[in-house]
């Protein structure tokens, strides 16, 4: 099997690069090498930073016409093309192919916001602030900025944050997952079709060096991390030193909290797609559902019957006559392995297998790395599978007597990404959005990621930094505010101001 040479990207053009150390990309439905990646030394860093730094002043001077017109032609070609990046996705990532073309889709929602950035970034204006003197106020870019990104959503996460840094006027330099890489070239590629100056979207391949390098480089502006939490906090804590605006997001444990008068095949299908969907690698997946009252018995066999149904497999094109799989493998053979490891820790705590996901029979290669939807109910809040961000197709389900009983445990976690309440009464949804101290909240909505306008993003150990992604707070993390105080002279009345040394008082 031929196996493909995988490049950073710098100038707009592929580039070797001068790092000695490799990494193999698999195909997760196969267990096959695909390609090798070179992984950054720090002077292939320097060199695709150097490349994003010299396009950086003519990109900022280039008209806000010009750069929307790019983002127009970007958004087209994303559009038109798309099946072939979700290929790309599935091959590398293992998603279903629709799932992969869900994750294009909400990327592109920020490419279409970003159309419209221009909008967001005119100033206010104040005339006669003082006599004679007027007041303006602008958003300039940054510069150079960096995008650490996850192997969850390899083009998604890079499309929260890279169209509205480019589209305000700055470059790029895209660190993508090592695992699966292939998504971000593509990018790079259709960036130039669509007309966009070499050197302003750059990619840079590697592990914690090209990470470290991109911190601390005095070249760059400003970092976006998506990734675990004690990564995120490291980035976080490792560029805020070196002076850099940083926003890091982490981990997720999110909670679907089902109260007992809800629609309870509304939840059910809800937990399922919410739990199983990507395999569970989301950061916005429903890994604990808390059944409250009398829901729980009901809406686990509900869940149970829904989730024997499910059909895992290669999430590319299905077989002749067969429907797509419902859940593909798991990235990694080393990740299997981890995610099979907390179901086997979970049954010997004691919690309640009712769904084991190690007996899959999945359709595909015998050395794809599958392991099937699993459910656990009777969990406790002590045990490792509730504790432990799993990130893998296994739910767990809590009992609580009580819809307090349920908030204290959303809130008692230590991430707060998302969650949810399912319920038919809109008294108690309006309590529940008031009392859970999380980022993003669903109300019988299990995976409650915001339009591209809102902003992405959790809160406690879910992010370090206080700027969410995208919509306005996307506009103000890639540019600094500036305010212009001015004064000309009337020709009619020339001021006369003397020597006044006090401090200046409006008049
Ligand atoms: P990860 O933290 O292992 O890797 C993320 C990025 O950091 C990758 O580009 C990787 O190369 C780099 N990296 C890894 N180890 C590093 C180190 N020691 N030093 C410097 N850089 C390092 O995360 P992952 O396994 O790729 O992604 C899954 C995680 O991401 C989950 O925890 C998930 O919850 C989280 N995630 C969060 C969000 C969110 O919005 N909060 C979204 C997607 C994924």
């Given at each position: 099997m031929t196996t493909e040479t995988i490049t950073h990207w710098a100038g707009g053009a592929p580039v070797r690069g001068?790092?000695?150390?490799?990494?193999?990309?698999?195909?997760?439905?196969?267990?096959?090498?695909?390609?090798?990646?070179?992984?950054?030394?720090?002077?292939d860093a320097e060199h695709v930073i150097a490349s994003a730094k010299a396009a950086a002043g003519p990109w900022r001077e280039t008209s806000l016409a010009r750069r929307t017109r790019i983002m127009f032609a970007f958004r087209e070609l994303l559009n038109a093309r798309r099946g072939e990046l979700a290929a790309i996705i599935s091959a590398e990532q293992g998603k279903v192919l629709s799932?992969?073309?869900?994750?294009?889709?909400?990327?592109?929602?920020?490419?279409?916001?970003?159309?419209?950035?221009?909008?967001?970034?005119?100033?206010?204006?104040s005339e006669g602030v003082s006599t004679g003197v007027d007041v303006h106020s602008k958003r300039d870019p940054l510069g150079v900025v960096g995008i650490i990104s996850p192997f969850n959503f390899p083009a998604m996460v890079p499309m929260w944050f890279f169209p509205i840094a480019i589209a305000v006027g700055n470059t790029v330099v895209l660190k993508p997952s090592e695992k699966d890489p292939s998504a971000a070239v593509w990018l790079a590629r259709l960036w130039k079709e669509a007309g966009l100056p070499d050197g302003v979207f750059n990619v840079l391949h590697g592990d914690k060096e090209a990470v470290d390098a991109l911190l601390r480089s005095p070249d760059v502006?400003?970092?976006?991390?998506?990734?675990?939490?004690?990564?995120?906090?490291?980035?976080?804590?490792?560029?805020?030193?070196?002076?850099?605006?940083?926003?890091?997001?982490?981990?997720?444990?999110?909670?679907?909290?089902?109260?007992?008068?809800?629609?309870?095949?509304?939840?059910?299908?809800?937990?399922?797609?919410?739990?199983?969907?990507?395999?569970?690698?989301?950061?916005?997946?429903?890994?604990?559902?808390?059944?409250?009252?009398?829901?729980?018995?009901?809406?686990?066999?509900?869940?149970?019957?829904?989730?024997?149904?499910?059909?895992?497999?290669?999430?590319?094109?299905p077989p002749a006559g067969e429907r797509e799989a419902d859940m593909g493998p798991l990235v990694t053979k080393a990740h299997r392995d981890r995610v099979a490891s907390f179901i086997e820790s979970g049954a010997?705590?004691?919690?309640?297998?009712?769904?084991?996901?190690?007996?899959?029979?999945?359709?595909?290669?015998?050395?794809?790395f599958w392991l099937g939807p699993t459910l656990f109910d009777h969990v406790?809040?002590?045990?490792?599978i509730y504790r432990e961000e799993i990130f893998g197709p296994v739910l767990s389900v809590v009992r609580?007597?009580?819809?307090?009983?349920?908030?204290?445990?959303?809130?008692?976690?230590?991430?707060?990404?998302?969650?949810?309440?399912?319920?038919?009464?809109?008294?108690?949804?309006?309590?529940?959005e008031a009392d859970v101290?999380?980022?993003?909240?669903g109300v019988n909505i299990p995976v409650p990621v915001?339009?591209?306008?809102?902003?992405?993003?959790?809160?406690?150990?879910?992010?370090?930094?206080?700027?969410?992604?995208?919509?306005?707070?996307?506009v103000h993390f890639f540019t600094r505010g500036k305010v212009v105080t001015t004064r000309w002279t009337d020709p009619a009345r020339r001021p006369e101001d003397g020597l006044a040394l006090g401090f200046p008082v409006n008049v």
């Open positions: 001068t790092g000695e150390r490799m990494s193999e990309v698999t195909n997760p439905a196969t267990g096959q090498v695909t390609g090798h990646l070179t992984l950054a030394s720090g002077s799932d992969a073309e869900g994750e294009i889709a909400r990327g592109q929602e920020v490419v279409e916001f970003a159309c419209g950035t221009s909008h967001l970034l005119k100033g206010g204006h502006e400003a970092i976006s991390f998506v990734g675990s939490t004690p990564v995120a906090q490291y980035v976080y804590e490792e560029a805020t030193r070196h002076g850099k605006r940083v926003q890091a997001l982490g981990g997720a444990k999110n909670h679907m909290v089902v109260l007992p008068d809800a629609d309870l095949d509304l939840a059910a299908d809800a937990a399922v797609n919410a739990g199983y969907g990507s395999a569970g690698e989301r950061c916005m997946a429903v890994s604990v559902l808390v059944a409250v009252g009398s829901a729980g018995d009901e809406l686990v066999a509900r869940i149970a019957d829904r989730t024997r149904t499910l059909v895992v497999g290669d999430g590319g094109t010997r705590a004691g919690a309640k297998i009712v769904v084991d996901g190690r007996e899959v029979s999945a359709r595909g290669a015998e050395d794809g406790s809040t002590d045990m490792e609580a007597e009580t819809y307090a009983e349920a908030v204290e445990l959303v809130n008692a976690n230590p991430y707060g990404n998302g969650t949810a309440v399912f319920t038919n009464d809109g008294g108690a949804a309006r309590r529940f101290n999380v980022g993003m909240i915001p339009v591209a306008y809102y902003s992405f993003g959790g809160w406690k150990r879910s992010l370090f930094g206080d700027t969410h992604a995208h919509g306005t707070e996307g």
